[in-house]
């Protein structure tokens, strides 16, 4: 395996194999055959050839052209045995409810995986407790008590505990839940997201009001101005960068399983909108390993990433039968509807090795284009599993249960995760992300990455304006806006996150979403100067466009867990070579 010293720290401090005093005791390579054989060995139940699967798999999981979420690789062939990253669970208005959700959550994060929740449920604030003739504390306390509890769980799990938490926008304690993230330190293991109606947006955009509901009666009790909740959200996104938005109308018009109930909530980034107790595992192809040279000319190989697509699906459908789930609630409503997510990594370097610029005309077209081959491969070969293995288990009554077409093996095939700690171990740009910065630094379970982007030092040196000045400067700004000597159409194809207008960003989300099942992780890089107003117009466009959810970070709101522009370099050549 080719690996960067940053994929090899990445791997080391979470991933590899450890002994009791926490030395590795695995390589990479036999990382990647544990978790290939471990997949394949799915292939008993249906009769198939197990060496010949794991061998395809670990094909793909050692030439970086496919990794799985992060607990298959953590997990897979260990005790725990905890494969799925994505998890939504029920949160009703009990005691019993709201404390044994918490506990189901506490397996779940110690497993590597990340769970969401609905709040919406809960009686709000100051509401009365009939049992007790108390007065309720509302969702927001409930959620301090979860955010608690995952910094406790975070220090002996996998990785560091990630929540979302989702609050309708029609609840009386909307404003409330706006606000949370306003103070310092406030739910510090959280994303939240407000579920927003059509019927809000249609009040937002004729400048009318819409009723807030109590969840525990089902009354409608007070009028609140559209106009008014969305400038709070819009001003505190701007200022925190939560809350984000989740369109669940829009969601539910795309609900693969309608029958089995409505989606309330999503994962912690938003890309996978699952029912309560549901479950699901996601892997990305990374696309850079896709281009060849064809007579000098850079291509993408579409025949060879159509035949990966196929064997990454299985792969997928095969991780769901040798999981082992944290609750049995979750293990029959995942094996029930088998929603599997395969998506991309490695976008942005797809596109500056074919030499297009991310926000063009041939940047959409190409996201189109792509994604729509994607989906169209992944749908195939889950109907041909489908043929092998027969349907999902709930597939009567489900979208692709309709005259003529071929049954599915799984209720959802595609999703784009962000690809957070996998796009560094395969080194490729994440998910379908610009390059944030040329050079850049981070922290990964508290091991510090820098980062200089490879192609254009090879470029710079390929066509002679390498030196080692001209990087000192690119390591200082992070990104080629005012550095001389750049050759134009290189700052073209290196354009960084924030020098992409928002629209732009979003309109790269909705070429997406059209083709993809689940949702689309995808944030909205903003400058420091971005104003209030520049929030709400991506809000809107994002909604306007058919997202099905959206998040918006404006530079330097937060610090920890932002990416930070790399200022000093010791040694530069450490990182260019």
């Known amino acids: 395996m080719e690996l960067t010293r940053n994929a090899q720290k990445v791997l080391r401090a979470r991933y590899l194999l450890k002994d009791e005093h926490g030395a590795a005791i695995e390589t990479p390579e036999e990382l990647m055959r544990r978790v290939a054989h471990h997949a394949g060995l799915a292939e008993k139940n249906y009769g198939g050839e197990t060496a010949l699967w794991e061998g395809r798999y670990y094909g793909l999981l050692a030439g970086l052209k496919f990794l799985p979420n992060s607990p298959a690789l953590m997990n897979a062939g260990k005790a725990m045995g905890q494969l799925a990253a994505c998890f939504v669970l029920p949160v009703d208005d009990s005691m019993d409810s709201i404390f044994g959700t918490l506990k189901n959550a506490a397996k779940i994060l110690q497993s590597g995986g990340g769970t969401g929740f609905s709040f919406s449920h809960l009686r709000p604030k100051s509401d009365i407790v009939r049992s007790t003739m108390g007065i309720a504390s509302g969702p927001v306390s409930f959620m301090r008590i979860y955010n608690t509890a995952t910094d406790v769980i975070k220090q002996g799990g996998a990785r560091r505990g990630a929540n979302m938490g989702i609050l309708r926008v029609d609840h009386p304690d909307v404003l409330d839940f706006i606000r949370a993230k306003r103070t310092a330190g406030e739910l510090t293991n959280f994303n939240i997201s407000i579920a927003v109606t059509d019927a809000f947006m249609d009040a937002l955009k004729r400048g009318g009001r819409y009723w807030l509901v109590n969840p525990r009666t089902g009354e409608s009790v007070k009028e609140a101005d559209a106009g008014e909740v969305f400038d709070e959200i819009v001003s505190c996104a701007w200022e925190t960068g939560d809350p984000g938005l989740v369109f669940i109308d829009v969601i539910n018009r795309h609900n693969p399983t309608p029958q089995l109930g409505r989606i309330e909530s999503t994962n912690p980034c938003g890309e996978q909108p699952l029912l309560p107790n549901e479950a699901c595992v996601l892997g990305s192809i990374n696309l850079a390993k896709y281009v060849v040279s064809d007579g000098g000319r850079a291509e993408l190989d579409r025949g060879a990433l159509a035949a990966d697509v196929r064997t990454a699906v299985r792969f997928l459908d095969d991780v769901i039968d040798v999981n082992q789930y944290p609750v049995p609630e979750i293990e029959a409503m995942h094996r029930g509807n088998r929603k599997i997510g395969l998506g991309v990594m490695g ?96 922290l990964v379970l508290d091991t510090e990455i820098f980062d200089v982007n490879k192609h254009f030092v090879r470029m710079a040196r390929e066509r002679g304006f390498y030196s ?52 689309v992780s995808k944030t909205i890089n903003l400058p420091r100067n971005a104003t209030r107003e520049d929030v709400a117009k991506a809000y809107l466009l994002a909604y306007d466009s058919g997202c099905k959810g959206i998040t918006v970070f404006r530079s330097g709101t937060k610090k920890r867990g932002a990416l930070v522009r790399l200022t000093e370099v010791t040694n530069l050549a450490d990182l260019v070579d």
């Not at 599993?385 to 209720?411: H, Q, T, V, Y």
């Not at 957070?420 to 390059?435: K, M, N, R, V």
């Open 347 to 442: 976008f942005a370097d797809l596109l500056i090795l074919l030499g297009i610029r991310y926000d063009s005309p041939g940047g959409f077209d190409l996201a189109g284009e792509l994604m729509g081959l994607i989906q169209e491969q992944s749908h195939a070969a889950s109907a041909g599993l489908a043929e092998e293995r027969g349907a999902f288990p709930n597939f009567k009554g489900s979208i692709w249960d309709r005259p003529g077409a071929p049954p599915m093996r799984n209720a959802t095939v595609t999703t784009i995760a962000p690809t957070g700690t996998i796009s560094i171990i395969a080194d490729c740009s994440s998910g379908i992300e610009p390059i944030f910065k040329i050079a850049f630094k981070r």
């Open 468 to 519: 080692d000045e001209l990087m000192q400067q690119v390591v200082h700004k992070g990104s080629l806006k005012g550095v001389r000597g750049v050759p134009a159409d290189i700052k073209e194809i290196f354009r960084t996150a924030h020098e992409i207008a928002p629209e732009d960003h979003v309109r790269m989300q909705a070429v997406f979403q059209k083709y993809t099942d689940n949702a």
